[in-house]
């Protein structure tokens, strides 16, 4: 597509990275499986034992990590709220890309995994599924709109303004 960074598009290959554990005394291999940046730390949290935090908007992979075939994510989500808000929905082999929060775009990757065709057009009540479930997925997650509610207990007063400084939150 031309682009080399997340810019303006949240294409494959924008966004497709591999994502490695390396665990003491596991053989690796492959999995072929949906996993999100937001799966990372829950995962470690749970590779070293501890209970996961209630925050989390991500799961752990573990039990991939462990050999379970069951499924851990149905869906994938990768968004990018700077300048123009664009987010994907994948599901199976379907991916949407929402624009300003409208779907605009939808390629069916197991015939067009270098996305060149939106077939949005042709697979309107399609789409609008897959955003009604994007939108229902990201409305679940917690949100922390009001900056004066306590965060996790080890976050104290002043690293909570230095993430806010951050733009964390």
Do not use: C, M
Request: overall charge negative; aromatic content about 10%; proline content about 6%.
């Amino acid at each position: 597509h031309g682009s080399y960074n997340h810019q303006n598009d949240l294409y494959q290959e924008l966004i497709r990275t591999p994502l490695s554990f390396k665990i003491p005394s596991v053989n690796p291999k492959k999995i072929d499986s949906f996993s999100q940046d937001v799966d990372i730390f829950p995962t470690i949290v749970d590779l070293v034992g501890l209970e996961p935090i209630t925050q989390f908007q991500g799961k752990s992979l573990k039990p991939l990590l462990n050999g379970s075939s069951k499924k851990v994510n149905e869906y994938q989500i990768a968004q990018k709220g700077e300048g123009t808000a664009i987010a994907t929905f994948r599901k199976g082999h379907w991916k949407l890309i929402i624009k300003d929060n409208n779907p605009a775009e939808l390629y069916n990757l197991l015939i067009d995994p270098v996305e060149k065709s939106n077939v949005i057009d042709v697979n309107q009540e399609l789409a609008t599924t897959l955003f009604e479930e994007y939108k229902e997925v990201v409305d679940s997650f917690p949100k922390y709109l009001n900056y004066d509610q306590p965060l996790l207990q080890y976050i104290d007063e002043e690293k909570r303004k230095r993430l806010i400084e951050e733009g964390y939150f």
